[in-house]
C-alpha cells in the first residue's frame, strides 16, 4: 500500500492529459506498484473441499440422527455438505444424509434438493434404490402423483443393485405397494411458484411492472415514470427479477449467492469453493457459469475501499459488475463491444423496451456517461485491474481468442460500475426482536433492476417496496393521481434527516440536488411535526398539472386557511372542526384494527383497512404532517411483517 501511495501523485499527472478510456486505463495497467498492490491483495484457491472434514461431521450427523437430535444433526449435515467434494463420494454421502433429516422434518422440498445432488454428483450406485424411494414419498407428500410413481418405477430396477436379501426386499416392496394406497394430498404451492399477483395488464415496455405507469423523459431529468390513471394505496405498480444481485460478505453462507434468500435451514453447497451457498439446486444450476471466475476467490481491496470512508455497500458494486460481465457469453461480450462502446452518451430521446435481468436494458440506465475523475475513478480503475488480473489466471482472454482487448473488458466494466453507481439498490429484510417485538429493516445484499431504476428519489416517496429474495415488489404507499411521478427513496427520507444532510449524502453519492416537495418546502423532522392540518386539500377534484424546478407532479388544489374553516377556489369550504373529527374517526379505525389483528391474526384485512384508511386522510390533507407519516408507517410496517424477506432474532 505504501508503495501504491507514492505513486498516486505521477499517476493523477499523467491521468489530466489523456484523451480517452484506453490511454487512462494503461497508465494503471503499466504502473508496477498498481499491478504488485492488486497482486499482494488477491487469492484463488483451485479446491477449498476436504473429504477428512466431510467424513468427520457427517460421522457426527450419524450419531445425532440416530438420537433423534435432528436440529444438531442437521447442523453437523451441513458442514458435511459444505466440506464434501464430488470428486470422491464425500459430498453425495452427505447430502443423501441429511436429505433424510430433512425428510423427517417434513421439508420435502429441501429433500427433493438434496437428493437430486446427491444423485447427480456420484452416489453410490447399490444404495441408490433407497433415495428414489425417500424421494418418491417427498414427492407423494407435496401431491405430485406423477413424479411419485416415475421415482417409484425407477426404485424397483434399482433395487436389484442392492444385494439385499430376499426378506429386506420384500420389506422395502411392500412399504412402497402401501405409500400408493395412500390417499394423495393436495399439491403443494412449490416455493418457486410463490409470486405476488399484479391483478392488471402489464405494462409492454417495462417487463414486470404493470400498465398503471408509463416511462417518459425531460431534458433536465432522463427517464422517469408517471401514472396512466389514479392509483390506490397498496396497488402493485411492479415486481421485478434484478440483472444481478450479491449478498452482503458477512452474509455469505448463509444466504443464497444467487437470489439472496436465507438458506442457513439446508445450504446447497457451491462444488468448488466453502465461501458461498444456495438455497436450492436451482439456484446452483442457473450460478454454475457465473460464479466459476470468482470460485475460490479472495480479496483486501474492499477493506481498503471501507478504510477510505467508502459506503459500506460500494465494494458490492465491484463484485456486481465482474457477475454482470461474467454472465454475458463470448458471443455477447463481442456483441458489447460492437455496440455499447462505441455510444458516447445516453439518449433519452428514444422510447426503450426494458425486460427483467437484461444486460441490453441495463445499458439503457443512466451513469457511465459521465465526464472521467480521477478523484471518483481512482478505486475504480483500481477494481479494474484487479479484476483483469483474475481474468487472466482464469483463461479468460485465450477464450475470446484474443478478438477482444483487455482495454475493451476494462471499459465494459468500468461502464458497468459506473451504472451500478447510479442505479444499484439495496435489497432488504425485516428484521422482528421476539423479546421486544421491534422492527427493522436491514440490508442485506445488493441488486440492479432495469426498470425500478427509472424511478426517481423524493425525500417523501409515494411507494414503498419489498424483496422476496432478490426480487423487488413496488407498492403505491399513498393515493397517487394520474400523471404524479412515481418515486422511490433512495436512502434519506425528511422525517428522519435535515435538510442540508439529507442534500448533501445525495449530492455526494447520487450526483444531484434534491428537489422534491419535502426539500423544496423544507418538511420538519417526524418530531417536529406538526399535530394539526397545515395543508387542507380540495376534495372536488379540482388540481393543477406543477412543472416547478423540473418536478413532475399532478396535486389537488390547496385549500384556503379562513380561520375556522378550509376554503378553496370554487367557494367550497370545509369546517375545521369537521375536518378534524374525520381524521380523528380514520386514526380510530386504524388503531382498533391494529387491536383486532393481534388478537386474531388477520393482518392481511388489516392491510387493506390500513391502506383505505391511507386513501381516505390523502383525500383531506397533506405533509408535512404528523398524522399522514403515522398512518404510512404504520402500513409499511404491517406490509413488510407480511411480505417479502424477514429475520426472527431471538
Avoid at 393436495?186 to 408509463?214: C, D, K, Q, Y
Avoid at 436450492?280 to 450460478?287: A, G, N, Q, V
Avoid at 403515522?630 to 410496517?637: G, L, Q
Amino acid at each position: 500500500m505504501d508503495r501504491l501511495q507514492n505513486k498516486v501523485e505521477t499517476i493523477f499527472a499523467n491521468f489530466s492529459n489523456l484523451e480517452n478510456f484506453n490511454q487512462r486505463l494503461d497508465v494503471f495497467l503499466t504502473c508496477d506498484e498498481v499491478v504488485q498492490f492488486v497482486r499482494d491483495n488477491m487469492s484463488i484457491k483451485e479446491s477449498e473441499k476436504s473429504s477428512e472434514k466431510s467424513t468427520h461431521h457427517r460421522n457426527a450427523g450419524n450419531g445425532l440422527f440416530k438420537k433423534k437430535a435432528d436440529v444438531k444433526a442437521l447442523e453437523e449435515y451441513n458442514l458435511a455438505v459444505l466440506y464434501g467434494s464430488q470428486d470422491d463420494d464425500t459430498l453425495s454421502l452427505a447430502l443423501a444424509n441429511r436429505s433424510a433429516v430433512l425428510y423427517r422434518r417434513h421439508e420435502y422440498e429441501r429433500t427433493l434438493d438434496d437428493i437430486g445432488l446427491a444423485l447427480e454428483v456420484g452416489y453410490p450406485a447399490h444404495l441408490t434404490y433407497k433415495l428414489l424411494e425417500r424421494r418418491a414419498r417427498a414427492f407423494h407428500y407435496l401431491g405430485e402423483k406423477e413424479k411419485r410413481d416415475v421415482d417409484i418405477a425407477e426404485m424397483k430396477l434399482k433395487i436389484d443393485d442392492a444385494n439385499l436379501d430376499a426378506k429386506k426386499k420384500d420389506e422395502v416392496l411392500k412399504s412402497v405397494e402401501a405409500l400408493l394406497k395412500t390417499s394423495l394430498p393436495p399439491r403443494s404451492i412449490r416455493r418457486a411458484e410463490l409470486s405476488p399477483s399484479l391483478g392488471t395488464e402489464l405494462n409492454p415496455r417495462m417487463e414486470g411492472f404493470t400498465n398503471l405507469v408509463e416511462v417518459r423523459s425531460a431534458p433536465d431529468a432522463g427517464r422517469f415514470i408517471v401514472a396512466t390513471q389514479d392509483i390506490k394505496t397498496g396497488d402493485i405498480i411492479g415486481t421485478e427479477r434484478p440483472v444481478s444481485s450479491a449478498p452482503l460478505p458477512s452474509l455469505q453462507g448463509e444466504n443464497c449467492e444467487h437470489c439472496l434468500t436465507d438458506c442457513s435451514l439446508a445450504p446447497m453447497p457451491c462444488l468448488g469453493c466453502v465461501r458461498v451457498s444456495y438455497c436450492s439446486s436451482d439456484c446452483l444450476r442457473w450460478s454454475r457459469e457465473q460464479h466459476s471466475l470468482e470460485c475460490g476467490l479472495s480479496e483486501q481491496i474492499s477493506q481498503h475501499l471501507l478504510e477510505n470512508q467508502f459506503l459500506q455497500s460500494f465494494p458490492l458494486y465491484f463484485r456486481l459488475a465482474f457477475r454482470i460481465l461474467s454472465s454475458l457469453s463470448r458471443s455477447q461480450v463481442e456483441t458489447v463491444s460492437q455496440q455499447f462502446l462505441v455510444q458516447s452518451q445516453v439518449d433519452y430521446s428514444t422510447h426503450v423496451t426494458q425486460k427483467e435481468g437484461s444486460f441490453t436494458s441495463l445499458t439503457n440506465l443512466c451513469g457511465w456517461d459521465g465526464s472521467p475523475n480521477l478523484e471518483q475513478d481512482f478505486w475504480i480503475y483500481i477494481i479494474i485491474v484487479f479484476y483483469l488480473e483474475v481474468l487472466k489466471s482464469r483463461g479468460y482472454f485465450e477464450d475470446l481468442k484474443n478478438e477482444i482487448s483487455q482495454q475493451e473488458i476494462g471499459q465494459i466494466l468500468y461502464r458497468i460500475i459506473k451504472i451500478l453507481q447510479f442505479n444499484s439498490h439495496s435489497v432488504m429484510q425485516c428484521v422482528t426482536d421476539r423479546g421486544s417485538n421491534e422492527v427493522k429493516m436491514e440490508s442485506i445484499g445488493s441488486a440492479v433492476y432495469t426498470s425500478m431504476a427509472f424511478l426517481n428519489h423524493s425525500c417523501d416517496p409515494n411507494t414503498v417496496k419489498y424483496f422476496e429474495g432478490n426480487r423487488v415488489v413496488v407498492m403505491a404507499a399513498r393515493p397517487i393521481r394520474q400523471g404524479e411521478e412515481i418515486t422511490d427513496n433512495y436512502g434519506p427520507h425528511f422525517s428522519l434527516s435535515a435538510l442540508g444532510a439529507r442534500r448533501q449524502w445525495l449530492q455526494d453519492y447520487h450526483g444531484f440536488q434534491c428537489m422534491c416537495p419535502a426539500c423544496s418546502e423544507n418538511f420538519p423532522l417526524a418530531e417536529n411535526l406538526p399535530d394539526k392540518t397545515v395543508h387542507c386539500v380540495s376534495p372536488c377534484g379540482g388540481g393543477k398539472r406543477m412543472e416547478e424546478q423540473g418536478e413532475r407532479r399532478r396535486s389537488r388544489e390547496r385549500m384556503e386557511d379562513q380561520g375556522d374553516a378550509w376554503r378553496c377556489s370554487s367557494g367550497l369550504q370545509i369546517n375545521k372542526q369537521s375536518l378534524d373529527n374525520k381524521i380523528r374517526s380514520v386514526m380510530q379505525r386504524m388503531t382498533a384494527t391494529a387491536q383486532r389483528g393481534l388478537v386474531s391474526g388477520e393482518d392481511l384485512e388489516a392491510l387493506h383497512v390500513y391502506g383505505d384508511c391511507v386513501d381516505q386522510l390523502y383525500c383531506a390533507v397533506r405533509q408535512p404532517s404528523s398524522i399522514l407519516l403515522a398512518a404510512e408507517r404504520i402500513f409499511a410496517k404491517t406490509l413488510r411483517l407480511l411480505k417479502g424477506n424477514k429475520k426472527l432474532m431471538n
